[in-house]
């Protein structure tokens, strides 16, 4: 994996969040990149339940990412982090009594995954109980895992088929000298946690 920017995509005035989707999956295409199948990644929230010593508990966000399909990280709100495997899901069914799964909560993103030179490229569609929330873009530069040695490229290369809407580069930890998986998923936790607080774009319920 290498370094990585995740951001979130506004719907075109007048058009629907899928013909947003399309239209970036265009020029993309345009670009001459080629389609590499589909990619989606999740994330669930548990609340921790009553904490019988009186401290404040952190919720927790179990994720998983087609990149990785054997593996998922959880992550405490404000850290610590620990990447598992695939059975860490049913060892929260487990630890029920101190954790709530907050169904309701469950946000993914899924769509297309592209390939040009040395960058992938996923545009997806944001949805949280089947109904579309916006659109997310993923840019990956494959040739390096150090952040400042490439950031500036993919700003660059992003702002080839998001024109304004391509965003501020993450900010990457000072101490950071290379670029990390749970980097990205904290970007897409960051994400998640936007869209949530959202309103559900209307009519557009995920195809």
Request: proline share 5%; glycine share 8%; hydrophobic share 35%.
């Given at each position: 994996m290498?370094?990585?920017?995740?951001?979130?995509v506004?719907?075109?005035?007048?058009?629907s969040?899928?013909q947003t989707?399309?239209m970036?999956?265009?020029?993309?295409?345009?670009?001459?990149?080629?389609?590499?199948?589909?990619f989606?990644?999740?994330c669930?929230?548990?609340?921790?339940?009553a904490?019988?010593t009186?401290?404040?508990?952190k919720?927790l966000?179990?994720?998983?990412?087609?990149?990785?399909?054997l593996?998922?990280?959880?992550?405490f709100?404000?850290?610590?982090?620990?990447?598992?495997?695939?059975?860490?899901?049913?060892?929260?069914?487990?630890?029920?009594?101190?954790?709530?799964n907050?169904?309701?909560?469950k946000v993914?993103?899924?769509?297309?995954r592209?390939r040009?030179c040395d960058?992938?490229?996923?545009?997806?569609?944001?949805?949280?109980s089947?109904?579309?929330?916006?659109?997310?873009?993923?840019?990956?530069y494959?040739a390096?895992?150090i952040?400042g040695?490439?950031?500036?490229l993919?700003?660059?290369?992003m702002?080839s088929f998001?024109?304004?809407?391509a965003?501020?580069m993450?900010?990457?930890?000072?101490?950071?000298?290379?670029?990390t998986p749970?980097?990205?998923?904290?970007?897409?936790?960051e994400?998640?946690?936007?869209?949530?607080?959202?309103q559900v774009v209307p009519?557009?319920?995920?195809?």
């Amino acid at each position: 994996m290498g370094v990585t920017c995740v951001c979130q995509v506004p719907v075109t005035e007048g058009k629907s969040v899928q013909q947003t989707v399309d239209m970036l999956q265009k020029k993309l295409e345009q670009l001459g990149a080629v389609k590499q199948g589909n990619f989606w990644v999740d994330c669930e929230t548990y609340h921790p339940t009553a904490n019988a010593t009186g401290q404040q508990s952190k919720q927790l966000y179990v994720m998983h990412n087609s990149e990785a399909p054997l593996s998922c990280m959880a992550l405490f709100e404000g850290g610590p982090y620990l990447t598992a495997d695939v059975n860490f899901d049913v060892l929260m069914v487990k630890l029920k009594s101190h954790f709530q799964n907050a169904k309701s909560h469950k946000v993914e993103s899924r769509g297309a995954r592209y390939r040009y030179c040395d960058f992938l490229v996923k545009v997806g569609t944001i949805a949280m109980s089947s109904s579309a929330k916006g659109i997310s873009v993923e840019v990956e530069y494959c040739a390096s895992v150090i952040p400042g040695d490439c950031l500036n490229l993919i700003k660059e290369f992003m702002q080839s088929f998001l024109g304004s809407n391509a965003p501020e580069m993450p900010t990457i930890k000072p101490d950071s000298q290379v670029y990390t998986p749970v980097e990205t998923m904290s970007q897409y936790l960051e994400l998640f946690g936007k869209v949530r607080k959202q309103q559900v774009v209307p009519g557009s319920g995920v195809r």
